[in-house]
Each structure stands twice: as structure tokens, then as C-alpha cells.
């Protein structure tokens, strides 16, 4: 392909995320911020984004895995989630934090599952659509092109 | 936006060029329009995500970040550097400390705005974020046009502090002050410049700030500001009680200020016979009292307060202090101090500064110092009581200072010892919003004077709260202008800086006296000697970096050979050695407190000293360049043999939690508060 078909692909496939709702207004902050003196920043930050989250969720399957669940602890977990998805603008995966926190509140262990089940989903399908994201990117690049701006 | 700025956002580097001044990249370029470029910044966040992202968005706010994602390493961030940040944004919600409490800490140390945020947006929590004193609330995911706005609450709290401050005072010290800001656009420039855009805030604000006493009150954490006014009618009451009788009670019934409480009387007693007990016995009390009390007295010798220097060098000429400073002097001084009831009220006034929060820790400090202030007793101007006691903080800096410092410094300690102490008083004085750069800078020309000049000085900070005891503290480092102030608005003025380098040592030793005070106040912790980098420090003085200056100061002990012979950088010194005469350095930044650590890392003062002597410019620390230019100023890095061992420590330490994004020399602009350009 050559450089001018990636990146209308590139952005294509940047308005669908959008467009279902898997990112938000936050994420286009981000790439405002993106510029010449950090021309990676997105990628760094979705990676942080991912890396942390794993871990996060790691801890609320532990949490949750437990005899005597402690829903304040799993609620901590949740809203710190929340707060990383939401700053990137991770949108699906902040909406189901959202949900949880309620399951949370009211100490429903099996909506607590079902919910971190669905966390567990929303996260990897937001995974692979950054890593295909990624990837265009860098065919551009490879291609000699410039990563267009999106809006 | 002017070079300057473009850099302030990312890394500053050491500037090696003589614009070192400038905060920013030392592009030289007019602060005034790069306010608020420039504003430090520490946010703390245990969420890497977000850090990262608000790390990027404040640098394209052109501010200088400093991120951390542990309360803890952030409280010893700024303990460390006690100037060295001007606002703090924390998360609510964190594994090792609740933000609140971090926030109140945060109050309550070091009194800085700090912003609180969350995901968490119900009402209850953001209530008990306004309850708690923070300033604002930010719901995530926070935006850039969110974080564009928040210099609006450093400028708002200055303008509060310099009002409270003021506005004991008289007219006159105010309009002195005003005076020494240039206008608001002026003002920005360089060291000064922080202290200048408070200033001329300040004055803007002026006609709506007459509640100097709550004003602050609004945080969770109502101070009250014990300006000499109040303190002096504190200690009439007092007096006419007798102090053994004298309970908050009766002391508030005589005193009838309006929204003051038994609380607020109950522990400024408390810290006053503190002050008291130390003057008699000179020794260490951990409480910061001291130096509260020495706070920026008003001139309380009466004659002093022409002082700007010239009365006290006719004090120590005549190695008498004028008959009330005497007296004062040595009813403090002695161990009978609860009679000191007879000094006259002023300089009791003067003597209690009480921003003891900042003071406890110069005090801690200068307990050390005390010994060598004792030094001085042996010289006969009394004075010093007041003066050591606050001085004592920094005077072991200082101390060890004055002695190396000039003879004529010692002359001028005839009066006090503590001439280390006097000038750093008047500097920190100075430092206090008083603008009253003339007056420190005459006060610090005339090495003695210290003890009248800082009465002076501090008459016009009428604060002497923040003045924390920094006058006494030996920091030699000297950000005279700064830390005495309150909180940051260690105004010394930058004039008195630049005067003093020019006065050439002996200028250099009321800096290093100022500094080491003001030092002592800014980090409290520190138990800075000033060797003589309270020149540098003065010079360089940033009040803000206190933390820092220490480090830096040893840099230009090589100028200032004469001042100190050795040049124990204290790491801290080595830090702020990027202050130029012109004292706009006030840079140093906190970043560079900590390479100094890291280079040292022993922690110890010796070894910064040394390495900074070594390189001036190639420091990897990036030492402020400032420093090492100005041959003429006297930047020198007052080594400062600190107490580093907690700087260094701090500064070692926190590395690994603390990303110091761009605090390294640069920036900082702000925390000089009060430097008049």
C-alpha cells in the first residue's frame, strides 16, 4: 500500500474506534499532545495504559477470587481503573468501571464476576484495536509517510 | 513565546550561559511575560497512566513538572525543597496516603495550593477535598484547558500571604515594598521575578485583603498570621500578665482582636516561650519557635528601622546596639528571658516571626548551629538573643560563617554574634514579602547589622511568620529574599542581593547569613551551615529553592574564597549556586538539589562542595550557571555544609520515586516569591 492509502486507513480506522464508542474525547487530548518533542507519547501512554491495567485486573480476579471478598478492596482496584481508562480515553472499558463500582456497592459478588469478566473482554478488544492501530502507524512510517492528525 | 519558555516546558539544562538567570532556559528573556511559563509543579499520582499524561500536558502548560507517584517521596520532595515548588496537584485516592492527608500535610508544612483530583467525582468527596483546604478539585480525566488555569491559585495565595503579611505593617514598609516590584510585566524577570509577580499582584489585590488574619483561613487550616502588630500586642499582653501568669486565656481577654482564638493564642505562647527558653539557654529546642519569634521584627529598635544596613553598621561600629535593641538583645539573651518583658515590645515583636511550621525545622537545625552562634557570645552586642535565637537555626551556618567571613562581619558581630543571623534576618526579611529589598540590602552590606536589619526587615514583612526563623536559619544558602517570608514569599529582595555582591564580602557574609537563614527556614531540615554560600546564596537566593540552595551554593565558593575557605558545598547549595547576583537566578531548581545528591550522594555537605567547586559549568547537576558567572556577585555557592545529610538524603533518595521532570536548575521563577527584580 502505499503511504497516502495508510493513512486514510489510519484514520479510518481511528473514526470507527470513535465511532463505537471505544474511545472518547479524552483520546484525541492525547494526540493533541503528541508533538515533534514527543512524537510517541500516545504509544507511551496507552502502553503504561495496558501494562497497568493488566496488573490491575490481576489484583480484582485475586480480590474477587477470595473467600471473604473485601469490596472495598475490589472497589479501590475498580476506580483506579476507571481513573486510568477514562485518561486515555478508554472509553467502553470506563463505562464498564462504572458498572462494576455499582456491583461493588452493593456487594454482589456475582455481578462482581460478571463485571470483571466483562473488563476482562472490553480490555483485550481494546488491545487488539491499538495494536492494530499501532501497527498502521508504523507502516506509515515505514512507508516514508507522516501520521496524519486526526481532527 | 520566548525561547525561555519553549525550554522551561521541557528539561532545563543547565544554562551554562550567563543568562543563567532567567529561570528559564536562561534565555534571558523577560520573565514577566513568561508567568505563568515556568510555575513548578509537583503532581502526585500512584496511577502511571495518568501521571504521564498530566506530566505531558503541564510541560505544553509550559510549566515544570515534577512527578511522583508516592505521597511519601512527594512530602519529601518538598521538605526537601522547600521553595522549590509552587503548586501541588495530588490524586484523592492513593495506596500509601490518603491524598487528604497529604493535602493537609502539605497545608500545613509548607503551606503551598494544592489541587486535589479524582475519577471520583460525588459531591461528599469533593466537599471533603474544600474541607480539607484544597484549593481545587479536578475531576478526571483532567483536561489541558483544566490544568491551564491553575497558576490562578499560586497567584491567589501569595497575593493572600502578602497581604496578611503587609498588612500589619505601615504604610510606608508597604509602599517600600510596592516599590521594590516592579510593575506586574517587569517583575517577571528573572529571580526577582516571582517575588515581582507576586508583588505586583499583591498590590493589585491590595484593596481587598484586609483581613490579614484569615485570610487564609478558608483552608482547612486556618493560620493565623502573626504579624508583629499582633505578635507585639501579644507580647504586651504577656508582659503586663507576667509571663509565669500569662495563660491564652487572659492573654486573648487583654489582646481583643477580633477572630482570634484561645488555640491561636495558646500556641503562639507556647512557641513564644519556647523562643524564650532557647534565648536564655540557647539551646535547641526542636520546636521552631525560635525562630518564629525572630521573625522579621520591625525595627524594633527603633533607630533601626532606617536600617537598610547603615544603623547597624553604626551599632556594630559601636559595638552597641542602640539601648532597646541592647536591652532586648540581652533580656532574650538571658536566661531570665521571661523578664525580657522589659525589652521593648518591639523587638519581642520583631523576634517572633511565627511561621513556626517552617521554623520547627530550621530550629531542629539550628540547634546544631546553636554552638556556634555561641561563638559569638562572646561578642558584646547583645543582641543577638533575639537575633542568635533565630539565628541559632541557621546559625551554626552561619556562625561558622560569619567567622570566615569578613572581619568586618565580625566587627559587625560585635554587636551580635550572630551576625550571620542578622543578615540573614534582614534577608530573609526581605525575602518576606517586604519587598523591603532596600532595607535588607543595606542591612546586609553592613554585616552586621544583621541584628537591626532584620528587625527591620522584618517589621516589613510584618510576617515574620514565614520570615521563618529563616533568617536564622545559617542557610547560607541564602535565597535571603526568600524563605523567610512566608512561605515563599521570601521577597528578599533581590536588590539586596545584588548589592551585596557587590559589597564584595562583606556583602557576601550578611548573604550567607540570609541565606543560611533563610535556608534553615526552607528546609528546616537542613542543618546548612552556610559557610559562606550564604552569599551565594543571597545572591542566588531563591527562596524557594532553600532546599536546593544549599547544594548549589558551594559552587561559587570558589569566588568567594575570601568568604569561605572552604567551600563545603552543601548539596543543597550546590543546587542553588545558579543564582546570579541578579538574583534572578533563583533557579535552582530542586532537580538539581537532587543531582547534587546523587553526585555527592554522600550526603555530604563536603562532597558537594567539592564537586562543585570542581565543575562549575559542566555540572552535570546542572548547577545554574548563574552561578558561575558571575564572578562579580559573589554567587558563590556558600558551601553549605548543611545538615545535609537529610538534604542529601532527600535528595538521593526520592530519585528513584521522583521524576523530576524539569526541575532541574531552571525554573524557578517562582519560588524566589519575592525577589524585587
Not at chain 2, 541592647?326 to 518591639?346: E, F, Y
Not at chain 2, 518576606?432 to 540590602?441: C, F, I, S, T
Request: glycine share 8%; hydrophobic share 35%; with cysteine.
Amino acid at each position: 500500500m502505499d503511504v497516502g492509502q495508510l493513512q486514510r486507513s489510519f484514520l479510518e480506522y481511528t473514526a470507527s474506534l470513535f465511532r463505537d464508542g471505544f474511545l472518547d474525547g479524552q483520546f484525541s487530548q492525547l494526540q493533541q499532545l503528541q508533538d515533534e518533542s514527543n512524537p510517541e507519547f500516545v504509544f507511551e501512554v496507552v502502553s503504561l495504559f495496558f501494562e497497568d491495567s493488566e496488573k490491575l485486573i490481576n489484583d480484582l480476579t485475586r480480590a474477587l477470587d477470595q473467600q471473604n471478598v473485601e469490596f472495598k478492596k475490589v472497589d479501590a482496584h475498580v476506580h483506579q481503573l476507571k481513573g486510568s481508562s477514562s485518561s486515555i480515553g478508554a472509553q467502553r472499558v470506563k463505562n464498564t468501571c462504572i458498572a462494576f463500582r455499582n456491583c461493588c456497592e452493593e456487594q454482589n459478588i456475582e455481578e462482581c464476576l460478571r463485571c470483571l469478566q466483562q473488563i476482562k473482554h472490553e480490555y483485550l478488544l481494546l488491545k487488539n484495536k491499538f495494536e492494530t492501530l499501532f501497527s498502521l502507524e508504523q507502516q506509515i512510517i515505514a512507508a516514508g509517510g507522516a501520521i496524519p492528525t486526526v481532527e | 513565546m520566548n525561547l525561555n519558555s519553549g525550554q522551561s516546558a521541557k528539561n532545563m539544562s543547565v544554562v551554562p550561559s550567563s543568562s543563567g538567570s532567567s529561570f528559564k532556559s536562561g534565555a534571558g528573556d523577560v520573565v514577566s511575560d513568561k508567568f505563568p511559563a515556568g510555575l513548578r509543579v509537583l503532581v502526585v499520582d500512584d496511577d502511571p497512566t495518568c501521571l504521564r499524561i498530566l506530566e505531558k500536558m503541564l510541560r505544553n502548560c509550559l510549566y515544570e513538572v515534577t512527578k511522583c507517584n508516592r505521597a511519601e517521596i512527594a512530602l519529601k520532595l518538598l521538605r526537601d525543597n522547600k521553595n522549590g515548588y509552587d503548586v501541588v496537584i495530588s490524586d484523592v485516592h492513593m495506596p500509601d496516603m490518603d491524598g487528604f492527608k497529604l493535602l493537609e500535610q502539605v497545608g500545613l508544612e509548607m503551606d503551598l495550593p494544592v489541587i486535589m483530583m479524582s475519577a471520583d467525582d460525588s459531591k461528599n468527596v469533593v466537599m471533603k477535598g474544600v474541607t480539607h483546604g484544597a484549593c481545587d478539585y479536578l475531576i478526571k480525566p483532567v483536561r489541558i484547558e483544566a490544568l491551564k488555569n491553575i497558576w490562578q491559585h499560586v497567584v491567589r495565595k501569595k497575593k493572600h500571604e502578602w497581604k496578611d503579611k503587609d498588612f500589619e505593617q505601615s504604610g510606608s514598609a508597604e509602599e517600600g515594598e510596592r516599590q521594590l516590584k516592579p510593575p506586574e510585566d517587569v517583575d517577571y524577570t528573572s529571580p526577582a521575578t516571582e517575588g515581582n509577580w507576586k508583588m505586583s499582584k499583591k498590590r493589585k489585590d491590595e484593596e481587598d485583603e484586609p483581613e490579614d488574619k484569615d485570610d487564609t483561613s478558608s483552608l482547612k487550616k486556618p493560620r493565623v498570621v502573626w504579624s508583629v502588630e499582633l505578635h507585639q500586642q501579644f507580647v504586651v499582653a504577656v508582659n503586663q500578665l507576667g509571663i509565669d501568669k500569662a495563660v491564652p486565656k487572659k492573654i486573648l481577654e487583654l489582646m481583643n482582636v477580633p477572630g482570634l482564638t484561645r488555640e491561636n493564642v495558646a500556641s503562639h505562647l507556647q512557641k513564644y516561650r519556647l523562643y524564650l527558653r532557647r534565648l536564655s539557654g540557647v539551646s535547641p529546642h526542636p520546636n521552631g519557635l525560635n525562630n518564629s519569634f525572630m521573625g522579621p521584627p520591625e525595627a524594633p529598635f527603633g533607630s533601626m528601622s532606617a536600617l537598610n544596613g547603615l544603623d547597624l553598621q553604626a551599632l556594630a561600629a559601636t559595638g552597641q546596639i542602640p539601648a532597646q535593641s541592647l536591652a532586648s538583645l540581652q533580656a532574650l539573651g538571658r536566661p531570665t528571658l521571661k523578664n525580657h518583658i522589659s525589652m521593648p515590645v518591639v523587638d519581642q515583636r520583631n523576634l517572633f516571626s511565627f511561621e513556626t511550621p517552617k521554623l520547627r525545622d530550621g530550629q531542629q537545625q539550628l540547634n546544631g548551629n546553636s554552638k556556634q552562634i555561641n561563638l559569638f557570645h562572646g561578642i558584646p552586642t547583645n543582641m543577638e538573643p533575639k537575633q542568635l535565637a533565630s539565628l541559632n537555626q541557621s546559625a551554626q551556618s552561619f556562625g561558622g560563617i560569619n567567622m570566615h567571613v569578613n572581619p568586618q562581619v565580625s566587627q559587625n558581630c560585635s554587636l551580635p554574634v550572630q551576625m550571620p543571623h542578622p543578615m540573614s534576618r534582614a534577608q530573609v526579611l526581605n525575602g518576606n514579602k517586604a519587598g523591603h529589598v532596600p532595607r535588607l540590602q543595606s542591612a546586609i552590606g553592613q554585616p552586621m547589622l544583621s541584628n537591626v536589619i532584620p528587625s527591620r526587615i522584618l517589621s516589613r514583612n510584618g510576617m515574620v511568620d514565614k520570615v521563618h526563623g529563616a533568617i536564622y536559619s545559617p542557610m547560607s544558602q541564602g535565597s535571603p529574599s526568600v524563605d523567610f517570608s512566608m512561605n515563599n514569599s521570601v521577597e528578599m529582595p533581590g536588590n539586596s542581593f545584588v548589592d551585596l555582591s557587590n559589597s564584595g564580602v562583606s556583602s557576601l557574609t550578611s548573604k550567607g547569613i540570609i541565606q543560611g537563614e533563610v535556608n534553615s527556614e526552607i528546609k528546616g531540615s537542613r542543618d546548612f551551615l552556610p559557610s559562606y554560600d550564604i552569599f551565594n546564596e543571597l545572591q542566588q537566593h531563591k527562596p524557594q529553592d532553600w532546599g536546593m540552595q544549599n547544594v548549589g551554593s558551594t559552587f561559587d565558593a570558589s569566588q568567594h574564597s575570601a568568604l569561605q575557605g572552604r567551600m563545603d558545598v552543601s548539596s543543597s547549595s550546590l543546587v542553588q549556586q545558579g543564582f546570579s547576583p541578579s538574583q534572578t537566578n533563583r533557579n535552582v531548581p530542586i532537580g538539581d538539589a537532587i543531582f547534587l545528591g546523587g553526585e555527592g550522594a554522600q550526603g555530604n555537605n563536603a562532597t558537594f562542595g567539592h564537586k562543585f567547586n570542581s565543575f562549575p559549568a559542566d555540572n552535570p547537576l546542572r548547577v545554574k550557571t548563574e552561578r558561575l558567572r558571575d564572578p562579580g556577585c559573589h554567587n558563590n555557592l556558600f558551601p553549605q555544609q548543611f545538615g545535609q545529610e537529610d538534604l542529601m538524603s532527600a535528595l538521593l533518595k526520592p530519585q528513584e520515586g521522583i521524576v523530576s521532570v524539569e526541575n532541574e536548575f531552571g525554573f524557578d521563577g517562582y519560588p524566589m516569591d519575592d525577589l524585587p527584580v
